[in-house]
C-alpha cells in the first residue's frame, strides 16, 4: 500500500508537470487541430484538421441544401472534438466526460458558428423559385438597403402579380427612357438585348419612362413554364428583395450571374 501511494504521489506532479510544459492553445483552439500539432501529435492533427476543411469546403460548395447542413454540421463536430481534446489534456485534474463537451459546444456555437451563419443568410441566403423546386439563387439581402439596384444587376422579387418570376435582370431604373423601334429596344438610347411584350404582334413604335419606384426586369420563368414567351416586366422597388448574384442549385449549373 505504501508503495502504490508512492506511485501515485509520483504520477502526479509528472502528468502536472507535463501539461505544463505545453505551450497553452488559447485562441489556437479556433483551428481544429492546430494545438495537437503543436505539441507533436502530428497524426491527430491531421485527422481533426483533415476531417474539418474537408467537410467545410464539400458543406460550403453544398449550401442551400439539406445535405450541405448536414456535412457542416459534421464539421462543427469536429471542431468541438477538437477544442475537448485540448481541454482533456490540459486540464488536471479533469473536468469530467460531459463538461468539456458542453462548455466546447456552447462556446463555439455562440461565439463562432452562430454569428458566421447569420451573416452567410444575409449574404447568400439560398432561396427557391418556390414553383419548380429544381432552381435555386445564392441572394445578398443587404445590397440594395442603401441604393437602388442599377442596370444589368440580378435581383431576386420578394412577390409579383405573377408568382412564376423570382429572378431576373434590371433592364431600365425609374426615371430611364424605354422605346421599341423596329424590332429593337433601346434604353437611354443603347440597344438592349430581349422583347418587352410577351405580345405575338408588338406595336412598331413604343416609347416611355420607367415611373418612380419601379424597375423594369427582364425574368427568368420558372422551371416548369419555361415554355411562357418571356416579356419584360414592370416591378415596384419594394417587391426587390436582394441582388442575385449565383446559381447555387442544380448543383450541376452552378455558376455566378454577371
Not at 102 to 127: D, E, Q, R
Not at 166 to 184: L, P, S
Not at 220 to 234: E, Q, W
Amino acid at each position: 500500500m505504501h508503495s502504490v501511494g508512492q506511485r501515485a504521489g509520483q504520477l502526479g506532479p509528472r502528468l502536472t508537470a507535463n501539461a505544463c510544459e505545453r505551450p497553452r492553445a488559447g485562441l489556437r483552439i479556433l483551428i481544429p487541430g492546430y494545438p495537437q500539432w503543436l505539441w507533436r501529435q502530428r497524426e491527430r492533427a491531421a485527422v481533426l484538421f483533415g476531417s474539418f476543411a474537408v467537410a467545410l469546403g464539400v458543406g460550403a460548395f453544398s449550401w442551400g441544401t439539406w445535405t450541405g447542413l448536414a456535412i457542416l454540421a459534421f464539421a462543427f463536430g469536429a471542431h468541438v472534438f477538437s477544442v475537448v481534446d485540448v481541454v482533456r489534456q490540459t486540464a488536471f485534474p479533469g473536468f469530467g466526460r460531459w463538461a468539456p463537451m458542453i462548455s466546447a459546444s456552447g462556446g463555439l456555437a455562440l461565439g463562432v458558428y452562430v454569428p458566421t451563419l447569420f451573416l452567410a443568410t444575409l449574404v447568400a441566403w439560398p432561396a427557391m423559385d418556390g414553383i419548380s423546386g429544381p432552381e435555386g439563387y445564392l441572394v445578398n439581402c443587404c445590397a440594395f438597403r442603401t441604393r437602388p439596384p442599377d442596370r444589368g444587376e440580378w435581383v431576386w422579387l420578394r412577390s409579383s402579380s405573377e408568382p412564376d418570376l423570382k429572378v431576373g435582370r434590371v433592364v431600365a431604373a425609374a426615371g430611364e427612357e424605354v422605346e421599341w423601334v423596329k424590332h429593337q429596344c433601346h434604353v437611354q438610347g443603347s440597344r438592349t438585348p430581349g422583347m418587352p411584350f410577351r405580345s405575338a404582334t408588338p406595336p412598331k413604335e413604343l416609347s416611355y419612362v420607367v415611373p418612380d419606384g419601379h424597375l423594369l426586369v427582364d425574368p427568368i420563368p420558372a422551371f416548369r413554364r419555361r415554355s411562357v414567351t418571356k416579356g419584360l416586366v414592370l416591378i415596384p422597388r419594394d417587391q426587390i428583395a436582394g441582388r442575385a448574384w449565383a446559381k447555387m442549385y442544380p448543383l450541376w449549373e452552378r455558376r455566378l450571374l454577371h
